[in-house]
């Protein structure tokens, strides 16, 4: 498993167990569940391309 | 906002259900507190994340902790895997995972079963609150 499969997997779990507990109806709970993904993963990629720079 | 929480509770009660025992069922088995409640979809929807994260973080031969009293670390580390409920039990009595980290990734698959752990107590406490009409559906 990559690094980046691993965080598409924790994202896709983290972001459904989110969208459930945190939203009363169901469609805010997948739009909030989306969000909770893209947030998830767009930071770790963010994060990433910081630590990248701070290398070079 | 009294009466919606009022009118949440009356909802909820028609399941039969108390909401400590939805609170237990859902902390040992994922998923059980909401179908308790006769919500099968949501239930699913927790079963397979929280036993999704619990059996990658297995595969990927991540530290199962068990009780201690050493680093805080390891300490917390219990406490979050202990959340997993029946999945934890399983591992210690069949002995799945590692009693430490030995190869990269492990240390991934010890955060997905402490984090698998951590899911399931938000989990359970949603079904609680569902229960007893802290939260309206």
């Known amino acids: 498993m990559t690094h980046?499969?691993?965080?598409?997997?924790?994202?896709?779990?983290?972001?459904?167990?989110f969208g459930i507990t945190m939203r009363s109806e169901p469609k805010m709970m997948i739009r909030f569940g989306a969000y909770t993904f893209a947030m998830l993963v767009g930071s770790t990629i963010?994060?990433?391309w910081l630590m990248w720079i701070i290398k070079r | 906002m009294t009466?919606?929480?009022?009118?949440?509770?009356?909802?909820?009660?028609?399941?039969g259900a108390s909401a400590y025992l939805v609170l237990a069922a859902g902390w040992l088995v994922p998923g059980a507190g909401h179908f308790l409640l006769k919500k099968p979809i949501r239930?699913?929807?927790?079963?397979?994340?929280?036993?999704?994260?619990?059996?990658?973080?297995?595969?990927?031969?991540?530290?199962?902790?068990?009780?201690?009293?050493?680093d805080l670390l390891d300490i917390l580390g219990f406490v979050g895997q202990l959340g997993s409920g029946i999945l934890y039990m399983l591992a210690r009595v069949f002995g799945w995972g590692h009693d430490s980290v030995q190869i990269?990734?492990?240390?991934?698959g010890t955060k997905f079963?402490?984090?698998?752990?951590?899911?399931?107590?938000?989990?359970?406490?949603?079904?609680?609150?569902?229960?007893?009409?802290?939260?309206a559906s």
């Open chain 2, 3 to 15: 009466t919606q929480v009022q009118v949440a509770a009356k909802a909820n009660s028609g399941t």
């Open chain 1, 4 to 17: 980046f499969n691993a965080v598409l997997l924790f994202a896709l779990f983290v972001s459904t167990v």
């Open chain 2, 104 to 108: 990269a990734v492990a240390d991934y």
């Open chain 2, 113 to 135: 079963i402490v984090v698998a752990g951590l899911l399931n107590i938000i989990s359970a406490v949603d079904a609680h609150s569902l229960a007893n009409g802290r939260k």
């Open chain 2, 43 to 70: 239930g699913t929807l927790l079963l397979i994340s929280v036993v999704g994260m619990f059996v990658i973080g297995i595969s990927l031969e991540g530290k199962i902790y068990t009780p201690n009293t050493g």
């Open chain 1, 46 to 48: 963010v994060a990433s």
